[in-house]
């Protein structure tokens, strides 16, 4: 299934502007993984993790599938496909799971209520999220109303 630049251009300024934010943010998350490559590393807590060791150690790995799914999940809602919004709500899980797991490879830790504190933000970010992919009525009307390139 080929992208139809023109499609996505034509969707895009169909959505909402919060949809549009969502969306923006979920496709220009790529430059997250390649920040990683061009500085050489990352820096996870307080520590510094070098290039080499970033990708050696399996952090880049699982931040490049965190973040493609979270890339795909964008070019779907940007295609109005029809479980995009579930897609998008998972690769926000995903990626708050890559970021656990980056840290535990990388040995860094915080104290438990700092791990409580992200884990409440994570599932309310969530909840704020859901709700407004599937009650806001422009976000309905985005991927539900009928459109020339839609009816193609």
Not at 53 to 75: D, K, P, R, Y
Request: glycine share 8%; hydrophobic share 55%.
């Amino acid at each position: 299934m080929a992208i139809n630049m023109h499609e996505l251009a034509v969707n895009f300024k169909r959505m909402p502007v919060f949809l549009k934010l969502l969306t923006l943010f979920s496709v220009m998350s790529v430059f997250l993984v390649i920040a990683t490559i061009i500085p050489g590393g990352a820096v996870v807590g307080q520590k510094k993790v070098g290039l080499g060791e970033w990708w050696s150690n399996g952090s880049g790995i699982v931040l490049a599938v965190a973040i493609g799914l979270f890339v795909a999940s964008g070019v779907a809602i940007l295609k109005r496909l029809h479980r995009s919004r579930a897609l998008y709500l998972c690769s926000w899980i995903i990626l708050y799971l890559a970021v656990f797991i980056i840290e535990l490879i990388n040995k860094v830790s915080y104290s438990s209520d700092q791990y409580v504190s992200d884990l409440l933000f994570g599932a309310l970010q969530l909840i704020v999220f859901a709700l407004y992919l599937y009650f806001s009525k422009g976000v309905k009307n985005y991927f539900f109303e009928r459109t020339p390139s839609s009816s193609l």
